[in-house]
């Protein structure tokens, strides 16, 4: 089943923010609907970045476009779709010159799909731990539900109650007026009399009975509205506010809708109410009538909770976004966002059009030095049910653009607060007119405060802003927030990284993660609970011995994993944050060949290494850590691929593969070969004549040996070793079975010394004995050819002085004539990317 397929078949909320994502004009739905098969078979994230890929995929979209359209041409009653797929084509016509840009658009619509069913499995998933989905309510829910609807049975009985009234008083006034005009004796009259004054105090106390109970239900309706608005709009919001910076929360409006509607509709019952008891004092009135007294101060609490309750209906559904930005609240000058508002009164007989303006709230600009912006694009929308799945009122705006207002000479200029851009909070302002049976409300509403950037450069520090915000203020009209920004919490600013990486690789961080992480920012303590982290800490200071903050560490890993490592990340393969020293420990006490995976602390835009246990033969362990991967080596070739054809130098120069387990003792083809390239070199359309295999290849015992020493185990000081570009890089042996191969008249004198380089630890784990590493693991046990480097060979072995071996790296012939030899693998090839010459590892002549 395609993932379009699948998308069709969510739930109506989560099939409305499918609908919601394709009211944008970039990618049209009917496109993504007709070609979804072929859509879905494209690398359009290879795409965006290959213009030669982009230009081809671009050539084949406008052939399947015609060839749509074709079909459309033999089929009955499909006019329409003839002239919507030739102007869809025309329009993709614009992207002719840089097709990367269209991938980018396609590319960008795929992960939001995705996106989607990954909240609608998790909810799913949710739901079907509930064995009653009653029992998961929350109890200020319930109580909502059954104060509506005690509201709703009260104006039942008030509306037979105002019938019964009405005929009471035409009764009376029926038998009044017929007493007045009837010629009777003086006796009959006084007894007439005595009647019609009982009836008239029965009248009256029914009046003053009715005026009792709207006063009962106004202090009812009251306390609802408090729990409405004052704690579930407010805990809604508040959802929302975190969702947007990553929190797998419910941001459903469904229940509020319904809520406010029901509510509104029994004040406006209200209303009619006190109408028609103006019509019953118009026929009938009397000494001491209680409705002119006791009606005004009814009717105007009925309006000012009726006020009340439609100002606060008018919300932000939607928080502004931009359709390829880092997430909500990130809008940049020039650049197109959308942003949606609703109603929760859902009313369909409004006898007017509730036309919504949308402006910049401009009280930042009070502040001297903060930036001024004109909003263009379609700034008038009206509220209507068509826009909405579930009928609600809706206006959503796609196309608006923020513009720099020049003040004076233009720029920022100097800000009392001492702001930096990323540092300035602005508002979007929504404002529309509610009139309705006689009711006149002006409303308005505003977005969470937005952080507006002019080039992508800013985007990074401008959602360190957005998150900061969103983790610590719930007053959204706070946008001096950053002048005197409060430290966050440990607990907080745990639960704020793991949802970042909820977002980006579908798993949050485990306590283990975390505790690594507060380990790393405020030592070793027996609880974290109490300590703070500022924010200079998080997105200014440069972390110890490095030269970026906090903040850019850990967004370069978020984006390693949601471009590169989300699937793995997802399935728990990646330990991730693990100290060097705890990483000792926990490989130490594993069989041969136990390896893991973690982020490296040294590298400023996201790296991942792998690190693995082996014994010698007095079994004494040592724990390798290979020189990090970052995403210019995860763009072309992925991690699970690297873990399958890594190798290390073994004596006589045998390639070794030493990864045998994924911690804790899962067998590396079980964790990772569901993720292997199954791409061989005759299915690669750049490499047609080539069969090849990319192999990694590291000096013996690994890339960098790790010793024994003092270390802490988990500690600040623990983090990688910072990368030099000579001396410590590995060894990258490119392998090509049955391929012409590279050649080079030199050896290189750094890889030599990486192979003469060695270090191993001494200590033996308890949970082997000295002997146990004698015999390798069976993947460690490999058949390769006798055949051996003769003159290498010598020169490395161990008799060979020290002059021997500079004489031999200093030989410019060295390598002329020699052949290595190996045996081909069983497994399937491996695709060729030209790309790893360029990273700076040594490349050995090889020929077959």
């Not at 009070?366 to 263009?376: D, M």
């Not at 191969?741 to 191993?760: A, G, K, P, R, V």
Request: charged content about 25%; proline content about 4%; some cysteine.
């Amino acid at each position: 089943m395609t993932q379009w397929e699948r998308l069709q078949q969510l739930d109506t909320v989560y099939l409305q923010r499918a609908f919601d994502l394709y009211n944008r004009d970039e990618f049209p739905m009917e496109v993504r609907h007709y070609l979804a098969h072929w859509i879905e078979g494209q690398d359009w994230e290879r795409a965006s970045r290959d213009s030669s890929q982009a230009a081809f995929l671009f050539q084949v979209l406008l052939e399947n476009l015609d060839n749509q359209f074709s079909r459309f041409v033999q089929e009955k009653d499909s006019f329409l779709l003839q002239r919507n797929f030739r102007r869809y084509k025309q329009n993709f016509q614009k992207y002719q010159e840089e097709p990367y840009t269209l991938a980018m658009i396609i590319n960008w619509f795929l992960m939001k799909e995705r996106e989607i069913l990954n909240d609608a499995e998790l909810a799913q998933q949710v739901q079907t731990l509930q064995v009653q989905p009653a029992a998961m309510e929350l109890e200020s829910q319930r109580q909502v539900e059954k104060s509506l609807k005690d509201l709703k049975t009260k104006v039942e009985v008030m509306e037979h109650s105002i019938r019964c009234l009405e005929e009471q008083q035409d009764e009376f006034d029926f038998k009044y007026q017929t007493h007045r005009m009837d010629s009777c004796t003086e006796e009959e009259k006084k007894m007439q009399v005595e009647g019609l004054q009982k009836m008239l105090n029965a009248l009256d106390k029914c009046r003053r009975n009715f005026l009792s109970e709207i006063s009962t239900m106004l202090d009812a309706a009251d306390v609802l509205r408090s729990a409405l608005i004052d704690e579930e709009l407010v805990d809604w919001k508040r959802r929302q506010q975190k969702s947007c910076i990553g929190a797998p929360d419910d941001t459903s409006l469904e229940n509020l809708e319904k809520w406010f509607t029901q509510i509104i509709e029994c004040m406006f019952q209200l209303q009619k109410f006190l109408q028609k008891l103006d019509e019953l004092v118009g026929k009938m009135s009397y000494e001491n009538d209680p409705i002119p007294v006791r009606k005004p101060p009814l009717k105007s609490r009925v309006d000012t909770l009726l006020t009340h309750l439609i100002k606060s209906s008018f919300v932000v559904e939607t928080q502004p976004s931009m359709p390829q930005g880092r997430g909500s609240l990130v809008l940049r000058t020039n650049v197109q966002f959308s942003v949606k508002v609703r109603l929760l009164y859902k009313v369909s007989e409004l006898n007017h059009v509730m036309k919504v303006t949308v402006s910049v709230n401009n009280a930042a600009s009070q502040l001297k030095g903060f930036r001024k912006f004109n909003v263009l694009g379609t700034l008038s929308k009206a509220l209507n049910m068509a826009e909405s799945m579930n009928g609600g009122m809706v206006a959503d705006f796609r196309h608006l653009t923020l513009k720099d207002q020049k003040v004076g000479g233009g720029g920022k200029g100097i800000n009392d607060l001492s702001l930096s851009v990323a540092e300035e909070l602005h508002r979007i302002t929504f404002q529309t007119q509610f009139d309705y049976q006689g009711l006149s409300v002006s409303l308005e509403t505003f977005s969470l405060p937005v952080v507006v950037i002019s080039n992508s450069s800013q985007q990074q520090s401008a959602w360190a802003s957005v998150l900061w915000f969103n983790m610590l203020c719930s007053d959204p009209k706070n946008i001096k927030f950053f002048e005197t920004s409060p430290a966050a919490t440990w607990p907080q600013f745990g639960e704020m990284l793991s949802w970042q990486f909820l977002s980006c690789g579908k798993r949050g961080l485990d306590n283990d993660q975390l505790e690594t992480l507060a380990i790393k920012l405020f030592g070793k303590q027996q609880s974290y609970d109490n300590c703070k982290i500022s924010w200079t800490k998080f997105s200014k200071e440069n972390l110890p011995d490095t030269n970026f903050t906090l903040w850019v560490w850990l967004d370069g890993i978020l984006t390693l994993v949601k471009l590169y490592l989300s699937d793995l990340w997802s399935d728990g393969s990646i330990m991730g944050f693990v100290s060097k020293g705890k990483e000792r420990l926990l490989l130490k006490k594993k069989q041969n060949g136990t390896f893991l995976l973690r982020f490296s602390e040294s590298i400023k835009d996201g790296g991942i290494t792998f690190s693995w246990v082996q014994y010698a033969n007095d079994g004494t362990p040592s724990v390798q850590t290979v020189k990090p991967f970052t995403s210019t080596d995860l763009k072309q070739i992925a991690l699970p691929d690297i873990l399958c054809n890594f190798r290390i130098m073994v004596a006589e120069n045998i390639p070794v593969n030493p990864l045998c387990y994924l911690y804790p003792n899962t067998p590396k083809d079980q964790a990772f070969g569901k993720y292997y390239s199954e791409k061989t070199g005759e299915e690669n359309p750049y490499l047609k004549y080539l069969k090849t295999k990319l192999v990694f290849v590291s000096k013996e015992n690994g890339c960098s040996g790790v010793r024994e020493g003092p270390e802490s185990d988990l500690s600040t000081q623990d983090r990688d070793p910072p990368s030099f570009p000579d001396g410590d890089d590995d060894l990258l042996l490119q392998a090509f079975e049955k391929s012409p191969m590279f050649s080079s008249s030199t050896i290189d004198e750094d890889m030599l010394n990486s192979i003469l380089d060695s270090d191993s630890e001494c200590t033996v784990p308890d949970a082997f004995s000295p002997t146990a590493p004698h015999t390798s693991p069976s993947c460690l046990q490999h058949h390769f050819s006798e055949s051996a480097l003769d003159i290498l060979a010598d020169a490395l072995s161990p008799d060979t002085d020290v002059n021997t071996l500079h004489e031999f790296r200093n030989c410019p012939n060295i390598l002329n004539g020699i052949n290595l030899q190996m045996v081909p693998e069983e497994s399937d090839d491996f695709v060729l990317d030209s790309g790893f010459q360029d990273l700076g590892y040594p490349i050995m002549p090889l020929t077959p």
